[in-house]
């Protein structure tokens, strides 16, 4: 059967990886989780307190963003180290917010995505999958969900971690972010012109599963 490439891009807390990891599952289709690697790299640059631009594009050929497989779930390597667990803070995630802007990030890593997505038959999530990584993408995913609905979802999985969190501060950060996300000077999210968006704000996770993988089927079968 041909394979394709599904781009998937979205705000943040709008279900991506979720979505992502299980269409992958069911076409049998390598994920790539390309937020993991933004957060990589500004795990190093944390590691080794590089700050400045210029720096931190002068240290990049020393990084080696990988994946490896535990337990058949994807982790992050850096230079070969299993950095799962670290990358996944808000400290980190700040970070890679920030190192995201530079223009130099975002060649050398969107160069290791193409080459990811050679042989197609991969599912890739993240801000500029569909406009910058892949424009050619043959099946593209835009997510959203109300700003309210991802501030619940988020303010949820903090209780659900012992934090109490006050919502209108997570409504708040998330509104933060979407206007980082999209008003950057280098590839800010946005919608592609041929993308499909799914609006999640009021499917279930196996609702929103059906029309993905219905899209999916279509565009295997040439029916859409
Ligand atoms: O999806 P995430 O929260 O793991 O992403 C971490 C950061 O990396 C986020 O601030 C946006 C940035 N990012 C990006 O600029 N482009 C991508 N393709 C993926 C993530």
């Given at each position: 059967m041909e394979k394709i490439i599904v781009a998937i891009d979205g705000f943040s807390s709008c279900g991506k990886s979720t979505i992502a990891k299980a269409l992958a599952r069911y076409a049998g289709y390598t994920y790539v989780d390309t937020g993991a690697m933004y957060r990589t790299i500004a795990l190093y640059m944390l590691r080794h307190n590089i700050v400045a631009d210029a720096d931190i594009i002068a240290a990049l050929p020393a990084v080696q963003v990988g994946f490896t497989l535990v337990d058949g779930a994807q982790h992050a390597t850096l230079n070969g180290e299993d950095v799962e667990r670290f990358i996944r803070t808000l400290e980190v995630g700040n970070r890679a917010s920030q190192i995201s802007q530079i223009k130099e990030v975002r060649a050398f890593l969107v160069a290791q995505q193409q080459a990811m997505g050679k042989a197609k038959g991969i599912v890739m999530d993240g801000r500029?999958?569909?406009?910058?990584?892949?424009?050619?993408?043959?099946l593209k995913l835009f997510l959203t969900a109300s700003p309210e609905v991802r501030a619940q979802r988020r303010f949820d999985e903090l209780v659900a971690k012992g934090e109490k969190p006050d919502f209108q501060a997570v409504l708040a950060d998330v509104n933060d972010r979407d206007y980082r996300d999209t008003h950057?000077?280098?590839?800010?999210l946005k919608q592609a012109e041929d993308a499909i968006v799914v609006d999640?704000?009021?499917?279930?996770p196996d609702e929103q599963m059906k029309v993905v993988i219905d899209l999916f089927d279509k565009i295997i079968n040439h029916q859409l």
């Open positions: 500029d999958i569909g406009t910058v990584v892949f424009p050619k993408a043959e950057r000077a280098e590839s800010p999640n704000s009021h499917l279930t």
